[in-house]
């Protein structure tokens, strides 16, 4: 049972910046499929960005050029670098882990799941 904990949430103004973390104690990171999702009130979870086992990086379009997903896989810490903030980005951000190489395209196929750090941009 892989325990995932998100950090780095918070308040910010249109144009800020945030960086989330998510640890696990006890889940290998280059071992996993890594991806950040999130969920505004009343809207499905939705994926943002993805790190292969391999480090391959998949970007949401509309995120695309202002997050940066990466990973540190000596302290096994995922992060998602988020800039030029936009209200639509404001949610719950969930990091989610599946074991092994090319990462499932939705929420269904991840097993493991942290219990979210809320993001709210303001203008």
């Known amino acids: 049972q892989a325990n995932l904990a998100e950090s780095g949430g918070g308040s910010v103004q249109v144009g800020g910046s945030l960086k989330l973390s998510c640890t696990s104690g006890?889940?290998?990171?280059?071992?996993?499929?890594m991806k950040w999702f999130r969920q505004a009130p009343g809207k499905v979870r939705e994926g943002v960005a993805s790190i292969s086992n391999l480090g391959r990086k998949i970007y949401a379009d509309s995120v695309q050029g202002r997050f940066v997903i990466s990973r540190d896989i000596f302290k096994d810490i995922l992060y998602l670098d988020m800039s030029m903030l936009t209200p639509e980005d404001s949610g719950m951000y969930f990091c989610?882990?599946?074991?092994?190489?090319?990462?499932?395209?939705?929420?269904?196929?991840?097993?493991?799941w942290g219990q979210g750090t809320q993001v709210a941009v303001s203008s």
């Open positions: 989610a882990a599946e074991p092994g190489g090319d990462c499932p395209s939705g929420a269904d196929g991840f097993h493991y």
């Open positions: 006890d889940l290998t990171v280059s071992r996993h499929c």
